[in-house]
């Protein structure tokens, strides 16, 4: 199998993993894998945690999967250029369903998978919550 597709492999059960634990903690799947021009943002949800009394946010979520810590932790690729991307990615998203006035957040999701050869591991997520601003 070639690299490329060892990677969308990765990413994409990531992104599957990702989309559970946050169903799993009441959060709403909104879309998947959502496209404006050459970007893309993974999830969007709602939270529906009404601590502010606003009836929840919407969650632009950026999932980061990795093999292992040789390159580093996921959570570290979601660099100032990759926030800026998803920044651009969501205001295009608010405004195509005309949510401009809606309550946003950004959060990252990192999951680090087993090694292969490691059947028995489980796979560990972290959930950065308000991980960068709009700004």
Known sequence: MASTSRNKATGDEG?????????????????????????EIDLIVWDRDDMFG???????VEVKTRRGTGFGAPEAAVTPAKQAAIRRVAEAYLYERKLDST???FDVVAVLLPPNGAPDAEPVIEHFRDAFGME
């Open 15 to 39: 992104e599957a993993l990702a989309a559970a634990y946050l169903e799993a903690r009441g959060h709403v799947l909104m879309d998947r894998n959502y496209r404006f021009e050459r970007e």
């Open 103 to 105: 309550v946003c957040r």
């Open 54 to 60: 606003m009836g929840g946010e919407l969650v632009f």
